[in-house]
T-cell receptor, first 116, second 109 residues
């Protein structure tokens, strides 16, 4: 159990366009979802935390108008990278946490974004 | 500030044992996690410690000392597939995960 999926697994887009990444909890209700970014050979960097039905809480230095997060249901959160630039190219990973778990976060497989 | 320290890289031999240390200073403590991450993939859960002591799970064990702000992950009977990065993360008083930079483990035949 506790499976999290992400779509797409990889995407290439042109500079200036927007990209939407979906994160779904397949067999549990995710009260909280997290979005991370990871650059090569670096650790995970938390971008934002979202709770179902409320606005996301962004980490310092993360532009909320550029990285739009929506957590409309207990099984789906989306991250939209708006007006993408080459420096946004990274590995984006979501994780989800449900009630009743020992605060463990279940990770999606990640989305590799390349902006050309 | 909050800080998680772990070695950047370690090398070990197939079949041997390796211990990856993690020290932490956080505002509050609600448990320590170890995750394994292969290159290009998302992290996978290995262990969770919230009480002092050793938790054993097959070839992997994790130890915690809250008074020392210290944990280690012990990997026995190393296999080539264990080559990966190992991430230590502490859950603080706000139930937020604070991540270490990860330890890249290289297994040699």
């Amino acid at each position: 159990g506790a499976v999290v999926s992400q779509h797409p697994s990889w995407v290439i887009c042109k500079s200036g366009t927007s990209v939407k990444i979906e994160c779904r909890s397949l067999d549990f209700q995710a009260t909280t979802m997290f979005w991370y970014r990871q650059f090569p050979k670096q650790s995970l960097m938390l971008m934002a935390t979202s709770n179902e039905g409320s606005k996301a809480t962004y980490e310092q230095g993360v532009e909320k108008d550029k990285f739009l997060i929506n957590h409309a249901s207990l099984t789906l959160s989306t991250l939209t990278v708006t007006s993408a630039h080459p420096e946004d190219s990274s590995f984006y990973i979501c994780s989800a946490r449900g009630e009743g778990f020992s605060y463990e976060q279940y990770f999606g497989p990640g989305t590799r974004l390349t902006v050309t | 500030g909050q800080n998680i320290d772990q070695p950047t890289e370690m090398t070990a031999t197939e079949g041997a044992i390796v211990q990856i240390n993690c020290t932490y200073q956080t505002s509050g403590f609600n448990g320590l996690f170890w995750y394994q991450q292969h290159a290009g993939e998302a992290p996978t859960f290995l262990s969770y410690n919230v009480l002092d002591g050793l938790e054993e799970k097959g070839r992997f064990s994790s130890f915690l000392s809250r008074s020392k702000g210290y944990s280690y992950l012990l990997l026995k009977e190393l296999q080539m597939k264990d080559s990966a990065s190992y991430l230590c993360a502490v859950m603080d008083s706000n139930y937020q995960l604070i991540w270490g930079a990860g330890t890249k483990l290289i297994i040699k035949p």
